[in-house]
T-cell receptor
Framework: DAGVIQSPRHEVTEMGQEVTLRCKPISGHDYLFWYRQTMMRGLELLIYFNNNVPIDDSGMPEDRFSAKMPNASFSTLKIQPSEPRDSAVYFC??????????FGQGTRLTVV | DQQVKQNSPSLSVQEGRISILNCDYTNSMFDYFLWYKKYPAEGPTFLISISSIKDKNEDGRFTVFLNKSAKHLSLHIVPSQPGDSAVYFCAASGHNDMRFGAGTRLTVKP
């Protein structure tokens, strides 16, 4: 397996635009996590899914953020409209259980 | 509400010496603890873990200690090597939840 695959690796967008981050988890993993890494707050859990169902989205900053997992092999994190303070590295991770998580390489988002 | 805290944002040690990274947690429901290592432009990778039924787990140069009563764990690296320079994240899991600390940037000087 190629591991967790995220796209794009880098995204630069203008304030107000919609941004969609994509993730393909490792096959067979029942859990999928979205994290955001910033200098100030480290790795923040935004949302996680179990068997494609959102379990805890309390970390999603506000209504501008939404995440979906339409099937076991794909998830998206959408920001609409984007703001400069959303600039961060966004990581997707998957896990067979809620123990060892396998991370993708991340998407570096810059909102100007 | 930070359930997992790493109070030292950075640590610098000399090559060959011991590195000690600390982590505190607040949720007593956590029963499994992990350390991840992250290099620039890469995702975090799993390093070592410990279950709450143990107080120590060793893997080569890396040892994780768990003090349940204090809700504290630590990662010891000995001897430290320049290639260990990275950001280290502590994580705690339990009851279908996994939380990470803010990370500690370790620099090992030659």
């Amino acid at each position: 397996d190629a591991g967790v695959i995220q796209s794009p690796r880098h995204e630069v967008t203008e304030m107000g635009q919609e941004v969609t981050l994509r993730c393909k988890p490792i096959s067979g993993h029942d859990y999928l996590f979205w994290y955001r890494q910033t200098m100030m707050r480290g790795l923040e859990l935004l949302i996680y899914f179990n068997n494609n169902v959102p379990i805890d989205d309390s970390g999603m900053p506000e209504d501008r953020f939404s995440a979906k997992m339409p099937n076991a092999s794909f998830s998206t994190l959408k920001i609409q409209p984007s703001e400069p303070r959303d600039s961060a590295v966004y990581f997707c991770a998957s896990s067979p259980t809620v123990t060892e998580a396998f991370f993708g390489q991340g998407t570096r988002l810059t909102v100007v | 509400d930070q359930q997992v805290k790493q109070n030292s944002p950075s640590l610098s040690v000399q090559e060959g010496r011991i590195s000690i990274l600390n982590c505190d947690y607040t949720n007593s429901m956590f029963d499994y603890f992990l350390w991840y290592k992250k290099y620039p432009a890469e995702g975090p990778t799993f390093l070592i873990s410990i279950s709450s039924i143990k107080d120590k787990n060793e893997d080569g140069r890396f040892t994780v200690f768990l003090n349940k009563s204090a809700k504290h764990l630590s990662l010891h690296i000995v001897p430290s090597q320049p290639g260990d320079s990275a950001v280290y994240f502590c994580a705690a899991s339990g009851h279908n939840d996994m939380r990470f600390g803010a990370g500690t940037r370790l620099t090992v000087k030659p």
